[in-house]
């Protein structure tokens, strides 16, 4: 089987998938005590029972749920999710849309970070294990495993911000004098304000990513080709980063696909604490809000770039390892 | 290999107390065993061990540094903070165990169903995890509880519904190596039904690993009802929980830290404690760490 019959296969497969997400996002949307529109309508003391039944046949609620399901299909498709309940009325996807490169931003930064330090990590406790070493990283990877995220949040806002008053603390940018600012000291201005939730966003994969590259490189150091390149007289250098580290990394791309439903679930929490206007904060303002339509706009849309991530990662994967697109290895 | 005669009464106890101390031979392990100990101990005796109310308003001594009368500080009402954290002991247990218990059953049930009857209920099954898979789960839990009431019982069902698909893998996985065995041949073969045969012959031959992903869940419930909390959505206040706490924490930074550092620190034990013990148990359970 060639590598595009494969990619034709996989992306035929995520249809059954993504209409899956759609119906399970529209389930939870009819999950609402009464219908969506209930809440606007308690709201109003004025509303008589006829113009209760206008507004749902306004909003198409008198409809069978199928044809209803089908009208919100057929939205979705048109980057159509309806209009915000909130007073100003705007279009969800806009709302959504303004705010997306921001979450990805900090995530693909975070996540840059993660691969960057916990591999080298994970390889050094691997080679030295049971070293020091080794039982310093294992406490600190359990360590960082049991933090709330939030939490630790909170400390580095309490040292960094508030005691020695090194870092800002919330926002994206200054709020004063950003405007005169010289294209360098903006992305310096950036940075400082990321360097806090990058770290936060990363603490968990750091801690899951160094211990998974310690255990899958000491599975591959066990090997027999590892004890071979070893005995004909390669460098250790070469024989754990050229001949290990590319084999025990293979699996890494699917658990990075599979790992990005949780980092975008975390920003709603590091969003919240810094006051940083991505998709977490919107998610969490519609909830506090009751904000149907954005709500599910997001789950929706959110669910949808997961099911794209986890697509890319199965291809890069079947890229790299020829064995996959052929088949030869049993599925889990 | 274990005999039939093995299961005699007397033999039985002498195995759990084997058991036992195998298991607390590991200092990690026992470290575990004691952090959750501790957390159901003070759990159960928190209204023997609170030296105050946990939710008694006290005007003149709002925003206390930890003192000998009060030895973690005070709160923005005036509360005891200790007090309020080991109420706040009883909501981490209770999560705990409610949410991991129905993650866990909802997860048996729909990978044994999945391995075992393999096929079309398989494809069906596991398409089902795959989609549930893609979704953040703080986002679904957001979006449900949008329309709940936020209550401690809404926090843990939900968090219970969205945490079921790892060990629904784990059990299908184990399902579709256990049901080839002799073992489960012989059974049929002797005319024991399908039920007879997952609950009676297949399953408690994997509840070693079910056993362990649960215990390792448990930390992880915990920290997303006390994300939940924090963010407002989860156990609401007066009710303490180390989550809202941490609410309070945050809107007092500046001027309480012990806010903030606290319950924190409770949420980071009692999650290390359960992760510490899961650990131990898989690896107890894991032939290919014995000698």
Known sequence: ?332 | METALSSTPIREGKRWQKTMLELCSNPLTLSGLVIVGILVFTAIFAPVLAPYDPQRIDTYHILEAPSSAHLLGTDGLGRDCLSRLIFGARISLLVGFVAVGIATAVGTVLGALAGYYGKWVDSVIMRFVDIMLCFPTIFLIMAVIAFLEPSIWNIMIVIGLTGWMGVARLVRAEFLSLKKRDFVLASRICGASDLQIVFGEILPNAIAPILVSATLGVGGAILTESALSFLGIGVQPPTPSWGNMLTEGKDNLEIAWWLSVFPGLAILVTVLGYNLLGEGLRDFFDPRKKR
């Open chain 1, 1 to 332: 089987m060639g590598f595009i019959s494969f990619l034709l296969k996989r992306i035929l497969g995520l249809v059954p998938t993504f209409f899956g997400i759609t119906l399970i996002s529209f389930f939870v949307m009819h999950l609402a005590p009464g219908e969506p529109m209930s809440l606007q309508a308690d709201f109003n003391p004025k509303m008589t029972p006829e113009m209760r039944q206008r507004l749902r046949a306004q909003y198409g609620l008198d409809k069978p749920l199928y044809v209803q399901y089908a009208k919100w299909l057929k939205g979705l498709v048109h980057l159509d999710l309806g209009r915000s309940f909130s007073p100003d009325r705007r279009k969800v996807w806009d709302k959504i849309s303004e705010r997306l490169p921001v979450t990805i931003l900090i995530n693909f930064l975070s996540m840059l970070l993660i691969l960057a330090v916990s591999i080298p990590l994970g390889v050094r406790a691997a080679v030295r294990e049971n070293s020091l070493f080794d039982q310093v990283t294992t406490v600190l990877v359990f360590l960082a495993y049991a933090a709330p995220a939030f939490w630790v949040a909170l400390l580095l806002m309490l040292l960094f911000g508030i005691e020695w008053n090194l870092l800002p603390v919330s926002g994206l940018h200054s709020l004063m004098g950003y405007d005169q600012m010289g294209l360098f000291e903006k992305v310096l201005d950036w940075s400082k304000h990321l360097i806090l939730p990058v770290f936060v966003s990363a603490i968990g994969g750091l801690a899951g990513f160094s211990r998974y590259t310690r255990s899958s490189m000491l599975e591959v150091l066990r090997q027999d080709y590892i004890t071979t390149a070893r005995a004909k007289g390669l460098p250790e250098r070469v024989v754990i980063y050229r001949h290990a580290l590319r084999n025990a990394l293979l699996p890494f791309i699917t658990i990075l696909g599979l790992s990005i439903p949780g980092l975008i679930g975390g920003s709603v929490i590091f969003e919240s604490i810094f006051a940083i206007p991505g998709v977490g904060q919107l998610m969490w303002s519609a909830v506090m809000a009751r904000d149907y339509p954005v709500l599910m706009g997001n789950l929706v849309i959110v669910a949808i770039l997961t099911l794209l991530g986890n697509l890319l990662a199965d291809v890069g994967y079947a890229a790299v390892d020829p064995r996959i697109r052929t088949g030869l290895q049993e599925q889990e």
